[in-house]
């Protein structure tokens, strides 16, 4: 059984947002005196979550992703990473933005988590703490470390790209990623910021940042599955490697294979998604598991063809990043 839409497309990749919670001030998330958090009795229970996971991967979702807000700060995470691992998720990820990960890491990987992607928009103090607004770089590092030491792998860095902020570090990313065997994805400033502040002016495209890589490290192109990042090797056979995500000026959606939950059980079938389906409802009004089944397949089949972004008639969402999930 699969979740297919109009157009053909499958999803069977599914975000699962955690917490709304976060400790970082990202200036393309999340305003500097933070949001109004959820009460803790709307946000879905690790049980909840677990016997959601069980629905999707019975509709054929392959790969789960822990989001948040920052998914570490909600307590006994490595709890739910166990009991979604005796489930048989066939590949489970987390995303982070790495501030407890050195204290993490190991009973993460031990309850069976098996990658992680860490947000690290800036390779120098200061501007990490401008764009973060916390003086947090060092403790991210260490986080990185006790990841690659507790088999975490691979290990993924999403650096968010933006003109006249950090766009400046783009070939010292590539430099870090052969150096460390990481790899760096760059995404493309996109419209979720909560102060409305994003402008077009401030994208870096895709395209600009391989052409600044490949002036110092040329890269050949990787083939793989359906990911939305464009995924690229060195040519000179260095370890890691990078990839972009180009959700402005080269939009995936044509094969965009993710779908999302929010922290508080709302199911969305595209990060720009207008409307979303209660799933947190159905699991605490007594819906049997057939009847979750079946809102999800409906909520995908309506999916639309795409969000719009950079062309007439873009709606942003009222939801920021933060409150949808990464």
């Excluded at 948040?68 to 990820?93: F, I, Q, Y």
């Excluded at 870090?176 to 996109?190: K, L, N, S």
Aim: charged share 25%; glycine share 8%.
């Amino acid at each position: 059984m699969s979740l297919s839409d109009s157009f053909g497309r499958v999803a069977d990749d599914l975000r699962i947002s955690v917490t709304d919670k976060c400790n970082f001030r990202c200036t393309y998330c999340m305003p500097a005196e933070g949001l109004k958090w959820l009460p803790r009795e709307e946000i879905l229970t690790f049980e909840e979550i677990d016997r959601l996971a069980g629905v999707f991967v019975g509709l054929g979702v392959r790969t789960i992703r822990l989001t948040g807000g920052e998914p570490l700060m909600r307590r006994d995470l490595s709890g739910l990473v166990a009991m979604l691992s005796a489930r048989g998720v066939p590949d489970l990820s987390l995303t982070t933005n790495g501030f407890w990960l050195a204290k993490q890491a190991a009973d993460l990987a031990a309850a069976g988590l098996k990658r992680i992607n860490v947000s690290v928009d800036s390779l120098l103090q200061h501007r990490f703490a401008e764009m973060t607004r916390r003086d947090a770089l060092h403790a991210v590092m260490d986080g990185l470390r006790a990841a690659e030491n507790a088999g975490l792998a691979p290990i993924k860095l999403n650096c968010v790209v933006i003109r006249g902020t950090n766009d400046a570090e783009i070939t010292d990313f590539a430099r870090f990623a052969r150096e460390t065997g990481y790899q760096v994805r760059f995404i493309e400033f996109m419209p979720l910021d909560a102060d409305e502040t994003w402008e077009r002016s401030a994208v870096v495209p895709s395209a600009e940042v391989l052409a600044r890589i490949a002036q110092e490290f040329p890269l050949e192109p990787v083939a793989h599955g359906p990911e939305p990042a464009t995924v690229y090797r060195f040519a000179d056979g260095a370890p890691g490697g990078v990839g972009v995500i180009s959700s402005i000026t080269e939009p995936f959606c044509e094969s965009c294979n993710r779908i999302r939950i929010t922290a508080e059980g709302q199911l969305r079938n595209c990060l720009f998604a207008l409307s979303e389906t209660d799933l947190r409802a159905l699991l605490r009004g007594g819906a049997s598991d057939d009847d979750i089944a079946a809102a999800i397949t409906k909520n995908v089949a309506g999916k639309w063809r795409g969000h719009l972004i950079d062309r007439p008639g873009f709606v942003r969402p009222k939801r920021s990043m933060s409150m949808i999930g990464g």
